[in-house]
Each structure stands twice: as C-alpha cells, then as structure tokens.
C-alpha cells in the first residue's frame, strides 16, 4: 500500500510520501481562504505527482479559513476536496484523540480532527524520543506549538485552537506571515523608542530576508504590499511601520529596525516556552526545533539553559521533512499501526 500524507493548511499544503529513492517531501504555498474552490485541483496536481498513492492520511488547519461560516464547514469541505481528488482512494484522518478516524467518522466528529496536525506530529516525536522530557518548538510561518513530550506521548492541557490559546500551547506568531504591527507596539530604533504603525505594512518574511535567514525571491508577491520579496521591496515595508521610507532610512536602518522586531519576536517565544516548560515536575532536557522558522525559534533559546539539549529536527530528518513533519509523522504513525 503507497501512503500520501497531506496537511493542508489555509497558507501551504505540506505532503509527504516515499517512493524508490526514499522520502519524498514538498511545501505547496495556496491561499485557500482566497480560493476554496480550487482546493481539489490543487490536491490533485500533488496526488498525481506522487504517482497514483492507495491511500490518503489526512490532517488539517484550515478549516479556521475566515472563508468558511464554521469549522465545522471548513472541515466538511477539506474533506470533499480530498474524496473529490484522490478519485476513491481509501482515506484515514487523524484526530486528537490519538487514532484514525474513517472519512465517514471525520464527517460525523469534525471538531476531533480539526486543527490535528499537532497531535499527529507531537505522537511521533514523542515515541520517537521517548526517553526524554522534551519540549518540542515548531515554528511555521503563521503559528508556533508549544508541545510538552514525555514518556512516549504528547502532555498537554488543550486539544482545541480555543484551549490551545489558553494554554499558551498554540502561539499566533510564526517566521513569515505574522506582521509586524502584531509582533510588537512599541520598538527601539535610533536611540529612542518608537511606536508601530498600527497597520499591515509588513511581516516577519521581510525581517528574515533582510536578517539573511531565508533568501530573496522576486517571484514573490504574497506580501503586504504586493512587490517582491527582494531586499530593497523588504526594506521599503520594514521602514513604513514606524513612518519611514528609503528617502529616509538607508538600508542599514531598516536592518537595525528588523533586528528589534525579531528581537520582540524572539523575546515573546521565549516567554511562552517558559511558561508552558513550568507544566513539568522537573526542567525539560530537551528541545526539540522544527519549522520554517527555526531561525527565530534558536533566537529564543534561553541563555539562562546552556544545559538544554537542543536537537534541530532538519539535522535529525533533513530540512524538507523537518518544514513537513506534521505530513512526515502521519507516514510514520500509519506504519506503526501497521506493524
């Protein structure tokens, strides 16, 4: 049986499955909210690139999309979309109880697989490192979980976005889409502080490119303002947050301006691992980092810890897979049902 496993989020699809060569992984941007429709499409283009699987194990966030009344509706037609593309291949769903669900049982008990893909992943890493009290950090583009692992399973106090917010285990900050303006009120910059512009100027993926963490793209036009991803068009954004532009700032300006948002990102990451690292009995002996945004998770990493184990999981599966791992993990959580 050749497994397809997909994470479909409002921002990318992540799947994963293993063919002659090995894993297979891949990072497909869409924005579903602005799309919906064309989610079958889209799935079928990935299904059919990895050639024709016999079974689809599914995980989502995207039903949260503002372009559904309901998560319930949003959930609803995820699952259409994939029943539509994977043209009667078998289907599993995994829920936050811990086990797969059938479509049927999905459709009949969507809250218990909305926003999964967490739990999917957090099982994994769990049972792969279970000897360990570890927190496990994944920062994605939009969002960070904060997830408790020990003795082979994840330790958490919420299974809904609602808890999870609660909790501090779910954090709406990621290393892309977050804008800034949502990152902090108030910013250091030449000597004084600065308020921030309460609107979407810019976001953390202009941070990263001008703070060299991720590369330019001039193909990219996803931003806030429409122009590219490229160092002066990142520039030009970072500067409008506090009512600059390059008449006048220089580039090395807004890099210092950059610097103090991913500092206040850093800063406010570190906060909640700490809170939610209190939950053990005992100090963590591990974290474990996954992502695209692991650049800012490492800047988080308390100083105060140099005893903390830290164990980048792109060393551990490889870069792709680590920016997959909710997908990676539903392979992996499939063939230990099997074996």
């Not at 299974?159 to 250091?188: C, F, H, I, K, W």
């Not at 202009?206 to 001039?218: C, M």
């Not at 990142?234 to 301006?257: K, N, P, S």
Request: glycine residues 8%; contains cysteine; charged residues 25%.
């Amino acid at each position: 049986m050749t497994d397809l496993a997909l994470d479909i989020g409002g921002a990318n699809i992540k799947a994963a499955w293993r063919n002659r060569s090995g894993l297979v992984t891949r990072n497909v941007p869409f924005a579903l909210w602005a799309a919906p429709d064309e989610l079958p499409g889209r799935l079928r283009s990935i299904i059919d690139h990895a050639a024709q699987p016999s079974r689809i194990l599914l995980t989502m966030t995207a039903e949260l999309c503002d372009c559904f009344e309901t998560k319930r509706d949003g959930v609803c037609h995820v699952l259409s979309s994939v029943t539509d593309a994977a043209r009667g291949c078998d289907m599993r769903v995994w829920s936050t109880e811990g086990r797969w669900y059938s479509h049927d049982t999905a459709r009949d008990d969507t809250l218990k697989i909305a926003a999964a893909n967490w739990h999917a992943a957090g099982t994994y890493l769990a049972r792969r490192f279970e000897d360990m009290r570890a927190v496990w950090l994944d920062v994605g583009s939009t969002t960070t979980d904060i997830i408790l692992l020990a003795d082979g399973a994840v330790r958490v106090t919420g299974l809904t976005d609602t808890d999870r917010l609660a909790s501090g285990e779910l954090l709406y900050q990621g290393g892309s889409r977050t804008p800034l303006m949502a990152v902090a009120q108030r910013v250091p910059f030449g000597g004084r502080d600065s308020l921030v512009m309460a609107e979407r100027f810019a976001d953390m993926r202009d941070v990263a490119v001008l703070l060299g963490h991720t590369g330019e793209l001039e193909e990219e036009i996803d931003t806030c303002d429409g122009r590219p991803l490229s160092r002066r068009c990142c520039a030009a954004r970072v500067a409008r947050t506090i009512g600059g532009d390059l008449d006048t700032m220089t580039e090395a300006h807004t890099i210092e301006l950059a610097a103090a948002f991913a500092r206040a990102a850093a800063d406010r990451l570190h906060d909640a691992v700490d809170r939610v690292a209190q939950r053990f009995d005992a100090p963590p002996q591990t974290l474990l980092l996954s992502g695209s945004g692991t650049w800012l998770a490492r800047m988080a990493i308390p100083a105060e810890r140099s005893n903390l184990r830290v164990i980048d999981l792109a060393d551990e599966l490889g870069a792709d897979a680590s920016a997959a791992v909710c997908a990676v993990a539903l392979l992996e959580l499939a063939e230990a049902m099997v074996r």
